[in-house]
Every structure is written in structure tokens, then in C-alpha cells.
Nanobody
Framework: QVRLVESGGGLVQAGGSLRLSCVAS????????MGWFRQAPGKEREFVAS????????KYADSVKGRFTISRENAKLMGWLQMNSLKPEDTAVYYC?????????????????WGQGTQVTVSS
């Protein structure tokens, strides 16, 4: 079983940056693709970004493309989401998740293990 712990959330002004981290424990990290999802108040959870098992392939939601960057380092059992040019509409709880689908799909139904989430609040 994979255990995931996110950190790095906080309060930031619009236009600012945050870097979220996700630390994994359990089976070898390179057995899994990783994704980031978010859920804003009153909204459904949505896909943000994913990265395949090797880190060589990434996907992004259109709303974050060009502003967010997903990365991972398997040897460190860690993944990151670098968020730049943040907007108030990026305010949400952000979750990292892993899937045995190596390609890093966008649908949350593919993901087996989830972290507890970290709050990101962007003020205008």
C-alpha cells in the first residue's frame, strides 16, 4: 500500500508562486504514475496534472498549462507541483495520487492511493 503526504500549501497573492510536495512510502515509487488533482469549495475534484512512471511524459489541464509544472524524482520517493502566476480561481485543496497505470491518465478513477490534501488559497 502506498502512503502519500502533501505539503507546501498556503496563502499567496495573485501572481505569486507555490511549490507543492508529495512524499510517498510503500512499494517502489517507480511502479506508479502520479497525478495532482484539486477540489474547490462547492465543486467536484478535477484533474490538474499527471506524470508517467519515468517522469518523461506529462499532461496538464488546460486551465494550468504554461503556469504549473509537475515533476518527480523516484530515488527520493517525491513528486512536486510548481505553481506560478497563481490566480484566485486556483484556490482549492490539492491532492496527489498514484496509479498503477504507468502513463499517468487524467481520470481520477484510475488513481488508487491519495494523500490527505493541502490547502492553497490565492488572494486577489
Amino acid at each position: 500500500q502506498v502512503r502519500l503526504v502533501e505539503s507546501g500549501g498556503g496563502l499567496v497573492q495573485a501572481g505569486g508562486s507555490l511549490r507543492l510536495s508529495c512524499v510517498a512510502s510503500g512499494p517502489p515509487f517507480d511502479n506508479y504514475a502520479m497525478g495532482w488533482f484539486r477540489q474547490a469549495p462547492g465543486k467536484e475534484r478535477e484533474f490538474v496534472a499527471s506524470i508517467n512512471w519515468s517522469g518523461m511524459s506529462t499532461k496538464y489541464a488546460d486551465s494550468v498549462k504554461g503556469r504549473f509544472t509537475i515533476s518527480r524524482e523516484n530515488a527520493k520517493l517525491m513528486g512536486w507541483l510548481q505553481m506560478n502566476s497563481l490566480k484566485p480561481e486556483d484556490t482549492a485543496v490539492y491532492y496527489c495520487a498514484t496509479t498503477s497505470n504507468f502513463h499517468g491518465p487524467t481520470g481520477e478513477g484510475w488513481y488508487d492511493y491519495w494523500g490527505q490534501g493541502t490547502q492553497v488559497t490565492v488572494s486577489s
